[in-house]
Structures are given as C-alpha cells and as structure tokens.
C-alpha cells in the first residue's frame, strides 16, 4: 500500500459515519503487513469489524471456521494462494462474498478470479473509498437474496416487475439501459456506487473502456427523474462516483 493510500484509508476512516456499516465482520487475508495493518485500522474506524490472516493456509481456516459477511483476499499468498482458498471454500459449501484484490489486473487476469468463485475483483493500486464501496454492496448482498419488486427513494418509485418508474405519481418512461441504471443505484440508495460498479453491474464491463458512456446515461437518467420535480435525488459525488438519496 502506497502512501497516498494509507492517508486516504486513514482520512476516510475518520469521516466516514460507521452507521453505514453497522456490525459488519470481514476477513482480510493479506501477506503484506504493512497494508493489513491500515486496512484492518481503517476498517475498523468505519465500524467494521476486520480480522486478519497473514496467508491462504490460516485465511481458509479462519473463513471456513468463522462467519463473515465478505472475505477480501491477495491474490498472491503464501502457503496457499488466493484463488486456490476461494476454490475450496466454495467446495465446503461456502458462500461468503469474495473480493480478490491483486496486482494482476489484466481482463483475463479477472476472469480467471471470477471463475474461481470470487463475486469482486480490483486490481492494485486501488483507492480505499472504492474498496469500501465494494465491501458494503458484497455485504448486503450475503445471505439477503434481492426479493424487493419496488425500490422507493422518496417519492421515486421503481416496480421491477411492471418495469414502471413513477415519480409523486407521474409515470416516467425510460429506456431499457436507463431502468437497469436507475434499479442499480436505487438499490444502494444512500451510497456511493463508483464507476466501476456500474461498468460491470449495469453494463457487464469487467474493464473501462474509456468512454464517456456512463456520464452520457446518467445525466439523461438525471433530466428524466428530476425534471419538473424541486428535489434533486441523483448526486455525482466529485471523484468517487454517483449517489442517488432523498434528503428531504
């Protein structure tokens, strides 16, 4: 971990509310103690309960002895690598979401992360704030199935299975990829969701592919839901990425 990171990491535990995160418990299995040392701390800052594991052999132990709501985990460990730990997790029957962080950050270099039964994968250098980000959206989803039909963020109201969006009433119609983009960000409503997320939850990109397509949808999305209406809900958080949230 760069110096740049651990001021972040450190700077973001400090003003992050830990009500955002509340009891969630995570394993971090990481050789580079330096790196452990902040996350487990920045983590903790945040309200995050974070053990540590120092190699694949003690990290598969401890995840499969222990509940956890996300296991992160280097890619490259000793005595046992990372995607070798998530294989057999998997086959005791395991389930607890994985992000595989590794300096290996290639397009084949993920899939081969994901195949292996990872469900998030950032390349090094990250920044923490994403991170973050990443660890809060795994851990709503373990053990939770998504079963809501109609995400409300004030009085914008999405029905997934009608596919209708209505706001104070009003019907607005969207596009195919302006629903699924809207649905993703109303369901991590009051959080921050990056660039990235949205590249592979919305557009199955597991890479950028350096276009402007995502500011493109999103402020058409914006024109369309607060159009008419005194209360902006879509924010663009200034660079972390967009949040959608009712503060009235």
Known sequence: ?????????????????????DRM?????EDDLEAAVYL???FREVGIVADHASDGESGLFMGSENSYDVIVIDRMLPRR???SVISELRRKGI?????????????????????????DYLPKPYAFSELLARVE?????????DQDVVYRVGDLELDRLAHEVRRGGKEIPLQPREFRLLEYLMKNAGQVVTRTMLLENVWDYHFDPQTNVIDVHVSR?????????????????????????DEG
Do not use: C
């Open 1 to 21: 971990m760069t110096s740049s990171q651990q001021e972040e990491a450190l700077s973001l535990a400090e003003t992050q509310p830990a009500g955002n995160v």
């Open 25 to 29: 418990k995570i394993l971090i299995i």
């Open 40 to 42: 487990t701390k920045a």
């Open 81 to 83: 690598d990372g995607l």
């Open 95 to 119: 389930h607890t979401p994985v992000l595989i962080l590794s300096a290996l950050g290639q397009v084949d270099d993920r899939v081969t992360g994901l195949r292996a039964g990872g469900d």
């Open 137 to 145: 959206v795994l851990g709503r989803r373990k053990g939770t199935p």
């Open 221 to 245: 999305l914006r024109s369309k839901i607060e159009k008419d209406f005194a209360q902006p809900l879509l924010k663009t958080i200034r660079g972390a990425g967009y949040m959608i949230k």
